[in-house]
């Protein structure tokens, strides 16, 4: 997994209730992504990182926060969970010198928000 | 593990046969392209990658094949194991941009 972990890896909430997931690298790498992935969905990206401080959106950041304070570690966080968060997390960190290059993931977060 | 897909296309192949997956990309302009592999319960998993100035590229088992005419990508897995029974991503990338993934091949194995 590229030296990428995910914590915690399974997690159940009620609607409403603040959730922060955790990825955390271990090679200094600049780029780090938040996708979440639904059946008949795919991989969509939720947000990403570019350096320490330095996060943008991507195709569904709605309900979703991000930051960056440290190089190994992205957090991701639903400030009001609600069932349609429900679904599997990925962080992924991109190996190259662009947002573009090839990324490798992390094991994933299982949520399910009740 | 978890259903990644519920409605995934879905390719079946006996042991040791070879198996063609393919992926219709939308973006002309993208000019880098991934295929991941994802098995249950597990992150997507880097296979093999190719630019969009190479029609063709190798490597261990897989090879992917690139038409920018029709927009079409192709992964060959050559003497198909049980190991290789997975979901079968494509992604792109255009200029700078971000990867778009696909929507995914769930790919089983007939003993």
């Known amino acids: 997994d590229a030296g990428i972990t995910q914590s915690p890896r399974h997690k159940v909430t009620e609607t409403g209730t603040p959730v922060t997931l955790r990825c955390h690298q271990t090679?200094?790498?600049?780029?780090m992504y938040w996708y979440r992935q639904d059946p008949g969905h795919g991989l969509r990206l939720i947000h990403y990182s570019y350096g320490v401080k330095d996060t943008d959106k991507g195709e569904v950041s709605d309900g979703y926060s991000v930051s960056r304070s440290k190089t190994e570690d992205f957090l991701l966080t639903l400030e009001s969970a609600t069932s349609s968060q429900t679904s599997v997390y990925f962080c992924?960190?991109?190996?190259?010198?662009?947002?573009?290059?090839?990324?490798?993931f992390g094991p994933g977060t299982r949520l399910l928000v009740l | 593990g978890e259903s990644v897909g519920l409605h995934l296309p879905t390719l079946s192949v006996q042991e040791g046969d070879n198996s063609i997956i393919n992926c219709a990309y939308s973006n002309s302009a993208s000019d880098y392209f991934i295929w991941y592999k994802q098995e249950s319960g597990k992150g997507p998993q880097f296979i093999i990658d190719?630019?969009?100035?190479?029609d063709k590229r190798q490597g261990q088992r897989v090879t992917v094949l690139l038409n920018k005419t029709v927009k079409h990508l192709s992964l060959q897995i050559a003497a198909t194991q049980p190991g290789d029974s997975a979901v079968y991503f494509c992604?792109?990338?255009?200029?700078?941009?971000?990867?778009?993934f696909g929507q995914g091949t769930r790919l089983t194995i007939n003993p």
């Open positions: 190719i630019r969009s100035n190479m």
């Open positions: 090679e200094n790498h600049r780029y």
């Open positions: 992924a960190i991109s190996v190259g010198t662009g947002p573009g290059e090839t990324q490798y």
């Open positions: 992604a792109e990338v255009a200029g700078a941009q971000k990867l778009v």
